[in-house]
C-alpha cells in the first residue's frame, strides 16, 4: 500500500477525534522514520507490510483513545525532546510559561528544587538553557523518576541533576537549600477529574492530577514548608489553574510570601504563581 492511502485510512479510523488528521499523520511518520515532507513530495511511497501492521496497532490504540504522546513515546517541550510513559504527565505547552518565568530570575551558578517532577521537565530544560545551575527532583513515584533519570541522561544532563524519590520535601536533607522551588503539582479538584478528557482521566497518573477537595491540597503544603528550603532572596514559582490565581495568591500573602505575582500564559489565562521567600523564614537565617 502506498504512503498517502494508508494515511487516508489511518484518518478515517480516527475521524470520530478532533486531531484526526494530525494523529494519523504523526503516528505514519513515527512507524515509517518520515516527516511531512514524505506525504507531500513522495506520497506513493511503498509502507512495508511490517510498517503496516505496526501503523495499524498504533490507530487501534490511539482509537481507543490513548494518549498520542504516550503512544509515540516522546513528547516535545521547551524545544528539547522528553520520553514519556504512562507513569508521568505528558509535559503541555502551559507549562512553558513556568520555565519561561523562572529562566527570567534564575542566575548562573543557581540550585533548582523541582517538586513533583514527573518527566523531569520543568528541571532540565532549566538546566538545559543555564548551563551552570544544578538541580534536584523529587517525586513520590519511583517510576516517574525512573523516566525523569531517563530524560536527564538523553539530554546529557546527569552530571548537575539529582533524582529523590519522597512525599514533597520529605525527599530531602534537613540541610539542603534552594535558590529557586518550582512546581507543577496535582491541582485538579477530585470532584472534576472524571469529566475530563479520556486521554487524561484514564491516561495520565491520577495522583498527578488530583489535588484534592478543592484543588488546593498540594499548594497549602508547599507554601507553608519552602521556606524552609529556600536560601536568603529565594524564590518559588508553581504552576496553577487558570482559575486558582486568586486563592494562590492569599495563600502566598497568609504566609507572608513577598512580591507576589500571578502571571498569564499565551492563551491570557493564570498559570503561575510566583513569590519571593519571607524574610524571616529564609533557609540559613534564624526567626526573630
Request: a negative charge; glycine letters at 8%.
Amino acid at each position: 500500500m502506498d504512503y498517502r492511502t494508508i494515511y487516508i485510512e489511518g484518518t478515517q479510523l480516527l475521524s470520530p477525534l478532533p486531531d484526526a488528521k494530525l494523529d494519523a499523520r504523526l503516528l505514519l511518520e513515527a512507524v515509517c522514520h518520515t516527516d511531512l515532507q514524505t506525504l507531500l513530495v513522495h506520497p506513493d511511497r511503498e509502507v512495508t507490510g511490517e510498517e503496516e501492521a505496526l501503523y495499524w496497532s498504533y490507530l487501534r490504540r490511539r482509537s481507543a483513545r490513548e494518549p498520542l504522546a504516550y503512544i509515540l513515546g516522546s513528547q516535545e517541550f521547551m524545544g528539547l525532546p522528553f520520553k514519556v510513559d504512562p507513569a508521568v504527565l505528558i509535559p503541555n505547552q502551559d507549562t512553558e510559561t513556568l520555565v519561561e518565568t523562572a529562566l527570567e530570575s534564575l542566575q548562573e551558578g543557581d540550585r533548582v528544587l523541582d517538586l513533583c517532577t514527573g518527566s523531569g521537565c520543568i528541571l532540565l530544560s532549566l538546566l538545559h538553557y543555564k548551563k551552570s545551575c544544578s538541580g534536584t527532583g523529587t517525586d513520590l513515584s519511583h517510576e516517574a523518576l525512573r523516566v525523569a533519570r531517563a530524560n536527564g541522561e538523553g539530554l546529557g544532563l546527569s552530571s548537575r541533576a539529582i533524582w529523590k524519590q519522597g512525599d514533597l520535601f520529605l525527599a530531602l536533607e534537613e540541610e539542603e537549600a534552594f535558590d529557586l522551588i518550582v512546581s507543577n503539582p496535582p491541582y485538579i479538584r477530585s470532584d472534576v477529574i472524571e469529566s475530563l478528557e479520556p486521554e487524561v482521566k484514564n491516561g495520565e497518573p491520577r495522583m498527578a492530577l488530583d489535588g484534592g477537595e478543592d484543588g488546593l491540597y498540594f499548594y497549602r503544603e508547599i507554601i507553608a514548608r519552602a521556606p524552609a528550603f529556600l536560601k536568603e532572596g529565594g524564590r518559588l514559582m508553581m504552576e496553577i489553574g487558570f482559575d486558582q490565581g486568586e486563592a494562590v495568591r492569599a495563600l502566598l500573602a497568609e504566609n507572608e510570601y513577598r512580591e507576589i505575582r500571578i502571571i498569564r500564559d499565551y492563551g491570557g489565562l493564570d498559570r503561575v504563581a510566583a513569590a519571593a521567600a519571607p524574610f524571616r523564614h529564609q533557609a540559613g537565617t534564624k526567626n526573630p
